[in-house]
């Protein structure tokens, strides 16, 4: 857990939901939308990651699209914001 990160906080003592090497937090503080978040803090996602995450969604989170403008608040703790389709 990075100190100071609101995101690794919010995975290590909210309400969440884990798959895979990702957490879903249901409501987003700041948006009030879903949002995964990557189980360790890294900026990006390796290639295993990027595969988990993209059969994360394909199972799990097909009524949602990604957000898609970026981790805005937090660079450095990879994350996105899902939006019902």
Not at 52 to 60: D, L, P, R, W
Request: glycine content about 8%; some cysteine.
């Amino acid at each position: 857990m990075a100190r100071g990160c609101d995101l690794c906080e919010a995975i290590h003592s909210g309400e969440f939901y884990k798959y895979s090497c990702f957490y879903c937090i249901p409501v987003c503080d700041t948006c009030g939308i879903p949002i995964l978040v990557l189980g360790h803090h890294e900026p990006t996602l390796n290639g295993h990651e990027q595969e988990q995450f993209e059969k994360v969604i394909k199972t799990f989170f097909l009524e949602y699209r990604l957000r898609g403008i970026g981790m805005r608040s937090n660079p450095t703790h990879w994350h996105e914001h899902l939006v019902l389709k």
